[in-house]
Structure formats: C-alpha cells, structure tokens
C-alpha cells in the first residue's frame, strides 16, 4: 500500500466521519438551527476531505479541478439553502405556521 | 463496485421506494422519492449507463421532485390535506395484481434477453458513419431518431396542457410568480439565481457539446438549463414570461421544428430522417442545441404551471423571455 492509500484511507475515514457526526446530529438535535449546524459540518469538511481522497484517488489533475468544481458548487449551494432554511425557521418561530412543517 | 456495495444500494432503493410508498405524509413520501430517485441514478452508474444515470437524477429526481412539492403546496393551498385517503381493499388488490403482473411481465423481458445480445454491437460498426463518438446519441438523434423526435413533441403537448388548465380571463397572461414572499430570502435566492444561470448556461452548452463523443446531450443539457431558470425565478432574478411573447414561443417550438425540418429534409437523401453523408455530426449538433434550447424553457414552464396572472394582472417581473 503506498503512501498515497494510506492518505485517500485517512481522508475518506474523516470525511466520513464528519458525515457521520453530521447525520447523527440531524437526528438527535432540538431544533432547526442547531440541526443545520451539524449539517454544515458534513456538508463543508465532510464532502471536503471525501473530494479530496477522490481526486488523490485519480491522480489526474484534469480530475481533481473537476472534483474541485463540484465540491465548490455543493458548498454553495448548501451555504444558501441553510440561510433560507434558518430564516424560514426564525418566521416559523414568531408567527404561528398553518402547514405544522418541521424541517 | 463491490457485491457488497451493490446489495447495500440494492436494499437502499427497495428501502427508500417502500417508504415513498406507504407513508402518510405527503411531504416525506416525496422526499423519499427524490432520495431514491438519487440511488436509482447512481445504480445506473453502477451499470455503465451514465446517460440515464445523468437523465435520471435529473430529470426522475431533480424536476420531477420539484413537480411534486409544488403540486403538494398548490393542493394545501386549495385546502386539501395531500394525504392519501383510505381506499377500498379490493381496489387495493386490483392495483397490487396489476403491478405484480406488470413486474412480472419487465422481469421475464429482461430475463429473456441473452447476455452478449446488448445493442451496443449492432450499434458500434455504424458509429463511424456519424462522425460522432456517444452511441447512445447515436441511437436517439440517428438510428432511432423518429422516437426523440415524437418525445420532443410529446413534451411539447405536455406544456400546452398544463397551459389549457388556465382560466379564460388570465389568458394570455402569465404564470403564478415562482420568487418567494419573504424579502431576505428573496434576495439570497436571488443573488444565487444570478451566480447560477449563466453557470447553467455554459453547462448546457457543454452538455450538448460533450453529448456528441461522451455521456451527455439534449435531455440533460435542457434540464440543467431548467434548473437555472428555476432558481433564478424562485429569487426573483428573472420574471415568468407572457405565454404569448413571440420570443418564448420560438424558444418553445425550435427544437422539434428544427429537428422536424432535418427529418423531411431527409427525404431528399432518401428518406425521412436521414441525413446527408458527411453532415450527420452538423445535423445532429444543430437539431441537440435547438432541443436543449426547447426543453429547458419547456421545463421550466411546466414547473411555473397555467397562468393565473391575467394580461392586465399585477406588473410583476419584466417579461423577459427565459432562455434565449
């Protein structure tokens, strides 16, 4: 095993581990904006650190600015659908919601 | 892949299709069907099928799952609770012998095709024919292109009706307007409706572009183009278009009349459908770009719905035409 194995090995390990983390927090946590702090996490570090072992996993460089590009397009989109899900949780905390929807 | 992996995705896609199916609230049934949508595509990876998988995701997952949570919010805004009513058992049965019969039926097809049978090798000594690389577009745009070409009309009528359910005093107008209420959400949408649709853009271009020689083409270029449409107008980025401007509907009937008018020129290189020796490459670029054009505009006004904005309605959005 080379040394560029172990590194995708620990990379993916910790991605995962971040998603892990993540999806546990979406589970257990109270509310809206405590659940999107966890998600965050997974979104961010974990598909970070999985990109990455990816792109090391390839070795290609013409791979790696693709896997780049997805990972930069999913951190923002991720970026404005947890501001738009906060601010519909703040609206749906100070007026009541007809609809009784939990994110 | 792995057996391992490919039973986990296998007992994952039963999984997530049984709850889409049996739970009650309408919201998670369909967030269950996006997420299976999701698996299906990457099933379809998983066989080497990177065309349906991309045309899966997209459009199985993608527009379909934004169909659907709008058609959920316009019932509960029509005062229908979008839960699934008790039926009678022997409806019930019906439905369950028609599905399995159905299943039945696929599995035995499947079954009884042998497996070194793949169209790929009646394909393959035509491809050079084409002057293009992907014989998946080669079977839909050349050897099979009189299905593309009726799919393409078919999702025309499907557009004009949805268009028909308008009410006679809103026609021509325009349709409901997708920005949302709130103003801060508006505007980060918007911002993020502004970044993504020329992003949208040239990916569809590419889509297109890249159909010719590796997994792409006009379905998932057109769908990609809807999706920024979509968000540009969930932020209020672009307005709906009037269903009469001149513009939208050339943008709306290009891509089958392009491809149409190919066809019957055909009939001059002996028959309908066949293209000139040494320009079936420029034919086939042409006709996917005018689709892509056709069907992402088609997409997008199918998730917008009927008017319900009359021609002297409220003055929201400028009118401008989506996608061209």
């Not at chain 2, 999706?227 to 307005?239: D, E, F, P």
């Amino acid at each position: 095993m080379s040394w560029i194995d172990l590194a995708v090995l620990a990379l993916l390990g910790t991605g995962l581990a971040f998603y892990g983390a993540g999806s546990l927090g979406l589970l257990r946590f109270p509310d809206t904006a405590s659940r999107l702090h966890a998600l965050t996490k997974a979104d961010n570090l974990g598909l970070g650190l999985v990109a990455l072992a990816a792109a090391l996993h390839w070795g290609s460089l013409a791979v790696a600015a693709k896997i780049a590009l997805v990972w930069l397009f999913a951190v923002i989109a991720a970026g404005i659908t947890s501001q738009l899900l906060a601010r519909q949780a703040r609206l749906d905390g100070t007026r009541s919601h007809p609809d009784g929807d939990r994110p | 892949m792995t057996a391992a992996f490919d039973i986990i995705l296998c007992l994952l896609i039963l999984g997530t299709a049984g709850i889409a199916l049996f739970v009650r609230d309408a919201l998670a049934a369909i967030a269950f069907f996006i997420a299976f949508g999701n698996l299906l595509g990457l099933a379809w990876l998983g066989l080497d099928a990177v065309n349906v998988a991309l045309a899966e995701i997209a459009l199985g997952a993608g527009v379909t799952g934004v169909l659907l949570i709008l058609a959920r919010a316009r019932l509960l805004a029509l005062g229908d609770d979008a839960t699934c009513a008790d039926t009678s058992a022997w409806l019930r049965a019906g439905a369950l012998a028609a599905c399995a019969g159905f299943v039945l039926l696929l599995a035995a097809a499947v079954l009884s095709i042998p497996a070194e049978s793949g169209l790929d090798r009646a394909v393959a000594p035509l491809m050079p024919g084409l002057g293009i690389e992907n014989r998946v577009t080669g079977v839909l745009l050349a050897f099979r292109a009189y299905d593309t070409l009726l799919e393409s009309f078919v999702l025309l009528g499907a557009l004009v009706a949805v268009w028909s359910l308008a009410p006679a005093g809103v026609w021509p107008g325009r349709p409901a307007d997708l920005g949302m209420a709130d103003g801060p959400m508006r505007r980060v949408a918007g911002s993020f409706g502004r970044f993504l649709l020329p992003v949208a853009l040239v990916m569809a271009t590419y889509l297109v572009w890249a159909g010719s020689d590796v997994p792409g083409g006009a379905f998932q270029a057109g769908t990609v183009l809807a999706g920024g449409l979509m968000v540009s107008a969930i932020g209020g980025a672009i307005g709906l278009p009037r269903s009469d401007l001149p513009g939208l509907r050339v943008a709306l009937v290009l891509g089958p009349l392009v491809f149409l008018l190919i066809g019957l020129a055909g009939t001059g290189f002996g028959g309908f459908l066949v293209y000139p020796q040494g320009l079936a490459k420029a034919a086939i670029l042409a006709i996917e770009y005018s689709l892509a054009l056709s069907i992402g505009a088609t997409l997008a006004l199918l998730v917008a719905g009927p008017n319900v904005i009359g021609p002297a309605g409220p003055a929201g959005g400028a009118g401008r035409n989506s996608g061209c």
